[in-house]
């Protein structure tokens, strides 16, 4: 029973990983909407500029988080550790799902800086420490 599940988390891995990308790419074309979501009824054209900036910098971040942590989990170092890569399922899946409801009921821009930080900063963060702990100290789990 624990072979078949260790053997399936790297598969899993890598779905949630991409369909988190697919969602956090998607909120660049629906941008618009959580824009004027998170701006007062009347606004002038710099207020809006000033939160497309905003976004546009978040999904880029969000982006660059998960190619990193894409190219990370292709170079091996990390690929057969079973904790990390069940903890990037859980933190992947649910970034992309609440990625998604972002779009979909069109939330303020601040929430996407909170979906930011859990969800694509935290296992960013996980995985490079873990390739310091292999790469540095030569510590494998």
Same mark, same amino acid.
């Given at each position: ?51 497309? =900036? ?11 988080? @998960? /190619?990193?942590? $894409?190219?990370? *989990? %292709? ?35 601040? =929430? ?11 296992? @960013? /963060?996980?995985? $490079?420490?873990? *390739? %310091? ?9």
């Amino acid at each position: 029973m624990g072979r078949r599940i260790h053997d399936s988390l790297i598969p899993a891995r890598f779905l949630s990983t991409m369909g988190y990308l697919i969602a956090a790419s998607m909120v660049y074309f629906s941008k618009d909407d959580n824009i004027r979501s998170s701006l007062a009824a009347t606004y002038s054209t710099s207020e809006y500029d000033t939160k497309d =900036s905003e976004i546009t910098a978040a999904i880029t971040l969000v982006v660059t988080c @998960l /190619a990193i942590q $894409i190219v990370s *989990m %292709l170079s091996g170092y990390t690929l057969f550790m079973a904790q990390l890569n069940a903890i990037h399922v859980l933190l992947n899946a649910i970034g992309a799902i609440l990625t998604c409801w972002f779009i979909l009921d069109s939330w303020h821009i601040t =929430s996407f800086w909170y979906l930011f930080t859990f969800f694509s900063l935290l296992p @960013l /963060a996980l995985e $490079i420490s873990y *390739m %310091l702990n292999i790469l540095c100290c030569n510590i494998q789990s």
